[in-house]
């Protein structure tokens, strides 16, 4: 009977347990249901944005060749005589971004490797978040900071001409950007383990050799992220470009030259007269997909590259 009585106990038991299984299931429903339509939300974004910039973009391609979109060194859309070769938008845009980011990713790295190897705890706690404003400062006023300071009093004495150019948008944007490599850097030095260190100073190594041959390629997947979110940051940048490069599209590695990016354009386009339908109004869809897909690819670059060199310690 003692058996019996305990199969049943334990019977009922689980029977209580998948019951109770069952209405927790039930409760939690409609919350599985709104963190999946918060999920489906990016996606469906996503989705509506590729496809707005895809329907443009193919009238675009519809009276312009893709070799002459691509190919072509005179960008003229709102002219009579009308030329659509991206090249001098696209060449500025990259010019623009890789000076930016030669310029902050050295001063981002001694930055991240004072904050997360020497600086002590109280001068990290001020010195990081006050870094870390200037990330929240509006990228217009690092453009007129740029027209009004960096062109006449840095670039003037070097040959600049004019007050827009290339050198000082990239001087601007390497400021902007600079809280992004240092800030992300650091963390990924400090998720470095402290064993490692540890064991580098018992073999004999010093602070700044295991901060630049220990921790600094434990960190290195953290550390490329890093540079590549900052340099998709820099390719995307409107404000400062659009105030302080200049507005006339120019195929030059020259970058005292005053010359247009790709979003300078589409601001100049959107700000104006354009006729909606028009072949100049389609043209902006078609400059944007083309800043889509670069980032796209830089972005896809990362996941892969984190993927394959990730540094993952217990």
């Known amino acids: 009977m003692s058996v019996a009585a305990g199969t049943v106990k334990n019977g009922t038991t689980l029977q209580m347990r998948a019951k109770r299984r069952s209405l927790r299931r039930v409760r939690e429903a409609p919350i599985h249901a709104f963190l999946f339509l918060c999920a489906a939300l990016s996606i469906l974004t996503t989705a509506g944005i590729v496809f707005v910039l895809f329907e443009e973009t193919f009238n675009f391609f519809k009276e312009v060749s893709l070799t002459e979109f691509l ?3 005179v960008w003229t859309p709102t002219f009579s005589q009308k030329s659509f070769g991206v090249l001098p938008l696209f060449n500025a845009t990259i010019m623009m971004a890789l000076t930016a980011m030669i310029v902050a990713v050295p001063l981002g790295l001694l930055v991240a490797i004072y904050l997360s190897e020497y600086a002590p705890n109280g001068v990290r706690q001020v010195v990081k978040p006050v870094l870390e404003i200037l990330a929240g400062i509006p990228t217009v006023v690092y453009g007129y900071f740029a027209l009004h300071f960096i062109a006449p009093e840095m670039l003037r004495p070097l040959g600049q001409e004019t007050s827009f150019s290339a050198a000082s948008a990239s001087l601007a944007m390497a400021i902007m950007i600079l809280p992004l490599v240092s800030s992300l850097s650091e963390d990924a030095m400090r998720a470095v383990p402290q064993s490692l260190r540890e064991g580098a100073y018992g073999l004999g190594a010093n602070k700044f050799e295991v901060a630049t041959r220990v921790v600094l390629p ?3 997947s953290g550390i490329v992220a890093a540079c590549i979110l900052a340099t ?9 470009v659009t105030i302080a490069a200049g507005g006339q599209p120019n195929l030059s590695w020259n970058p005292l030259e005053g010359m ?8 100049q386009v959107s ?3 354009t006729e909606q339908g028009g072949i100049e109004y389609s043209s902006i869809y078609a400059v944007g997909m083309l800043l889509f897909l670069t980032t796209l690819v ?8 984190l993927s394959r060199f990730r540094e993952e310690y217990d």
């Open 260 to 267: 247009q990016a790709l979003t300078g354009y589409i601001v």
């Open 298 to 305: 830089m972005n896809i670059f990362a996941q892969w590259f």
């Open 271 to 273: 700000l104006g007269d």
């Open 232 to 240: 998709s940051r820099a390719v995307g940048e409107t404000m400062i």
């Open 218 to 220: 434990g960190a290195l």
């Open 71 to 73: 190919g072509g060194t």
